[in-house]
């Protein structure tokens, strides 16, 4: 099956640094990234949807100017946490979808974000 | 707004048993499509099982199997002859018009031996 890499597995930062997690779909073209964040024992929370070439679309609540998210090519694209703070620590989630067909969604395998 | 309700945050089953892991849903679109996720401790999200909503056959998928039932708008996972493999956490989750996934709360199975 299709293989979404996702990068890092996890950080450790200082309060106040920026941390870039990446999401690559490895054999095929990712018309649409997703980006989830998960709190321990919870659901996933959608964050922001992402499409090749332009701005994502975030969910009410995300600031988007906190986490900054970047899709500039068919199989990379980019979350990065600015000035992270200890209440960003959680674990977040790309998915990649090829095409316009739900059924063919992939997972990047998670970042676990820690703050100090 | 579509939602997705998992009213048992916990199950458990013993080995080579039978469980049935409950989903509801609600929306206003005829045209979805629903979906098993499992999460085990690993945290990687693995598709068990997917179901179009314009198809009455409930999907299989070797000892998963569904009942959809779309005008009650329930979409229950049964999992025969349970393995230990199985244990994780199980969610629930429904793409529509939208095309994004909206999931469930989720439901931690555990397998007894």
């Known amino acids: 099956g299709a293989v979404v890499s996702q990068h890092p597995s996890w950080v450790i930062c200082k309060s106040g640094t920026s941390v870039k997690i990446e999401c690559r779909s490895l054999?095929?073209?990712?018309?649409?990234m997703f980006w989830y964040r998960q709190f321990p024992k919870q659901s996933l929370m959608l964050m922001a949807t992402?499409?090749?070439?332009?701005?994502?679309?975030?969910e009410q609540g995300v600031e988007k100017d906190k986490f900054l998210i970047n899709h500039a090519s068919l199989t990379l694209s980019t979350l990065t946490v600015t000035s992270a703070h200890p209440e960003d620590s959680s674990f977040y989630i790309c998915?990649?979808?090829?095409?316009?067909?739900?059924?063919?969604?992939?997972f990047g395998s998670g970042t676990q974000l820690s703050v100090l | 707004a579509q939602t997705v309700t998992q009213s048992q945050p916990e199950m458990s089953v013993q080995e080579a048993e039978t469980v049935t892991l409950s989903c509801t849903y609600d929306?206003?679109?005829?045209?979805?499509?629903l979906f098993w996720y499992k999460q085990p401790p690993s945290r990687q999200m693995i598709l068990v099982i997917r179901?179009?909503?314009?198809?009455?056959q409930n999907a299989t998928e070797n000892r998963f199997s569904v009942n959809f039932q779309k005008a009650a708008k329930s979409f229950s996972l049964k999992i025969s002859d349970s393995q230990l493999g199985d244990a994780a956490m199980y969610f629930c989750?429904?793409?529509?018009?939208?095309?994004?996934?909206?999931f469930g709360s989720g439901t931690q199975l555990t397998v007894l031996p």
């Open positions: 929306t206003s679109e005829s045209d979805y499509y």
């Open positions: 179901q179009e909503a314009y198809k009455q």
């Open positions: 998915s990649a979808r090829a095409g316009q067909v739900n059924e063919k969604l992939f």
């Open positions: 054999d095929f073209q990712a018309t649409t």
């Open positions: 992402s499409n090749e070439g332009s701005k994502a679309t975030y």
């Open positions: 989750a429904y793409a529509g018009s939208a095309r994004q996934l909206t």
